[in-house]
């Protein structure tokens, strides 16, 4: 059998942005700040308080079950329920994520930042990898 190595490389990098997240929450408040999670979470978790943890927590969940998600579509995890749903839904939000720069640039240009960017750039990435895995295992999902 082989594997969809594009599908493979995007739960890669699906993981290692989940990966990331938990770092993230265990590196504090100036880890939020450098990776532009914003003034308001960085200060949260200064505080102490519960919010940034548990948001970075669910977003590193998500990741971390698109990251299965994608090895299940390479073939190498055993099919995942909703697989021909859930596959072309993660290319989507990564795909959008990664396009929303371009509103922003559009419509909002005074929020544009770095973060967005380059973000913008990552996401983009990651959903052009997924799309390509997910073009080439349409057939057999």
């Known amino acids: 059998?082989?594997?969809?190595?594009?599908?493979?490389?995007?739960?890669?990098?699906?993981?290692?942005?989940?990966?990331?997240?938990?770092?993230?929450?265990?590196?504090?408040?100036?880890?939020?700040?450098?990776?532009?999670?914003?003034?308001?979470?960085?200060?949260?978790?200064?505080?102490?308080?519960?919010?940034?943890?548990?948001?970075?927590l669910l977003i590193a969940c998500v990741l971390g079950a698109w990251s299965?998600?994608?090895?299940?579509?390479?073939?190498?995890?055993?099919?995942?329920?909703?697989?021909?749903?859930?596959?072309?839904?993660?290319?989507a939000v990564y795909l959008l994520r990664g396009l929303a720069v371009v509103g922003l640039f559009i419509f909002e240009r005074r929020r544009l930042s770095a973060f967005w960017v380059w973000s913008s750039l990552i996401c983009l990435g990651f959903g052009v990898v997924h799309l390509v895995g997910l073009i080439q295992v349409w057939p057999d999902l």
Not at 41 to 46: F, N, Q, Y
Not at 76 to 89: D, E, K, T
Request: aromatic share 12%.
């Open 68 to 91: 299965a998600y994608a090895l299940s579509g390479a073939g190498v995890l055993q099919p995942l329920p909703l697989l021909a749903w859930a596959l072309p839904a993660i290319t």
């Open 1 to 56: 059998m082989s594997y969809n190595i594009p599908l493979i490389v995007g739960a890669g990098l699906s993981a290692v942005a989940a990966l990331l997240h938990l770092c993230i929450i265990f590196g504090g408040p100036a880890w939020y700040r450098f990776f532009g999670a914003g003034e308001r979470m960085a200060s949260g978790a200064a505080a102490g308080h519960l919010y940034p943890p548990i948001v970075t």
